[in-house]
């Protein structure tokens, strides 16, 4: 039985990326700000329709670089509902985290819950548009200008998406995406910041990269987070075929949810209004009505050779290194206890085929056979 897994990377074709390979031989140049870097950031900033983006390589490097870049200290209010990279990239700057509820369609940080949140010590939030779906930016940035806070976006799941005709990304203070293997778009590993100033792009490329600004000058308690030239020149290919690889995780998305959309106990995550939605994910939140719950319908696809995720599960506030913050507890988290217990991601990427998915689908529509 072919096993299939959650997500496959979208690779490039090698023989032109090998032609890259030959380049950066002949250039005998592999990293610190070469042209692939310099190219990958232009054309970034072109698919993107933003102004100023720093490339990094990673996205957790960029998350800690962007609380540096504006300084952040005291608590920050974010979701429990991410990836343990986002809070631990608060840990990392010496920063209490503070957890905030979800909204239970959205997945993403409430409005209300972060109002509750907010102490005198709190200087900024840092949301996360799960799944791609974007976070009520027009209510958090309401929020932040009345009592003066920084909004740093997690976006590593939100490539290419926009909101009211723009990018999502030209929102808050700063927003960071990943390209990891696993994202929509990859560089094999990697991820940016994305700024609103050439000052702010140039504070953050120092930063970057130990805070040098040239041979003899150090500006900035900096790390080393840069992206090297293999990265880059892999990822200006990559880029060539984004539009193409949206286009067939839609098709896959499209599919799914044709055949999904209709099982009892099973809701499926309304997408229906996000402008250039990016279909990186297919999560599926399992309710009373199914036959079966949650790790039981994991369990049954894992049986048929099925490799879903419980993204995301635990609840980073579940965590025993987080467990003892206040906001942690379960009762301060009710929508997100909720979401967390019932999600599971099936499997998409952009090369999943229609008899995949048929295998997919006749296992959730019938768990109990099994
Ligand atoms: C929401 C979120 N934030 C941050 C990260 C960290 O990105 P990276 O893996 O590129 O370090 C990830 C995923 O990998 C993520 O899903």
Redesign the pocket.
């Known amino acids: 039985m072919k096993k299939i897994f959650v997500t496959k990377p979208s690779l490039p074709p090698k023989d032109q990326f090998y032609q890259l390979i030959d380049e950066i031989w002949e250039s005998e140049y592999i990293t610190n700000d070469g042209d692939f870097h310099k190219k990958l950031e232009k054309a970034l900033s072109e698919y993107l329709e933003v102004d100023h983006i720093s490339v990094f390589s ?3 490097l960029a ?1 800690i670089t962007a609380l540096q870049a504006l300084n952040i200290k005291g608590e920050v209010i974010t979701t429990p509902y ?2 343990v ?2 809070t631990n990239s608060l840990i990392w700057n010496g920063i209490t985290p503070v957890f905030a509820d979800i909204d239970e369609h959205s997945c993403n940080m409430s409005v209300d819950a972060v109002e509750k949140a907010i102490t005198p010590q709190t200087t900024a939030l840092m949301p ?1 548009h799960v799944y791609g779906t974007p976070c009520d930016m027009e209510g958090m940035e309401a929020l932040a200008k009345k009592h003066n806070l920084k909004i740093i976006y ?1 976006a ?2 939100a490539f290419g998406v926009k909101y009211n005709g723009q990018s999502i990304l030209n929102y808050g203070d700063l927003s960071i995406l ?3 293997a ?1 994202k929509v778009y990859n560089t094999i ?3 940016a910041i994305i700024s609103h100033s050439a000052e702010m792009k140039t504070k953050i490329d120092n930063l970057k990269n130990f805070g040098i600004t040239d041979e003899l000058t150090v500006v900035d308690s900096g790390i080393n987070a840069k992206m090297n030239e293999v990265q880059a020149a892999y990822g200006l290919l990559n880029l060539k075929y984004i539009d193409e690889n949206i286009r067939l995780r839609k098709e896959a998305h499209d599919y799914y949810a044709s055949q999904l959309k209709d099982v009892p106990g099973l809701n499926l995550l309304d997408i229906s209004s996000i402008e250039n939605y990016n279909y990186g994910y297919f999560p599926v939140f399992v309710g009373e009505n199914y036959p079966v719950n949650r790790d039981q319908l994991y369990d049954i696809l894992m049986k048929a050779g099925i490799y879903s995720r419980r993204y995301f599960y635990p609840l980073i506030s579940d965590f025993p290194i987080y467990a003892s913050i206040p906001s942690a507890n379960r009762s301060n988290l009710p929508h997100a206890v909720k979401l967390t217990e019932s999600v599971l991601c099936l499997p998409l990427y952009a090369k999943l085929d229609r008899s995949t998915i048929d295998r997919i689908v006749d296992v959730v529509k019938n768990p109990e056979k099994r």
């Open positions: 990673n996205g957790t998350l991410s990836f990279a986002t996360v997690d590593a799941h990943s390209f990891h696993t590993e990697g991820g």
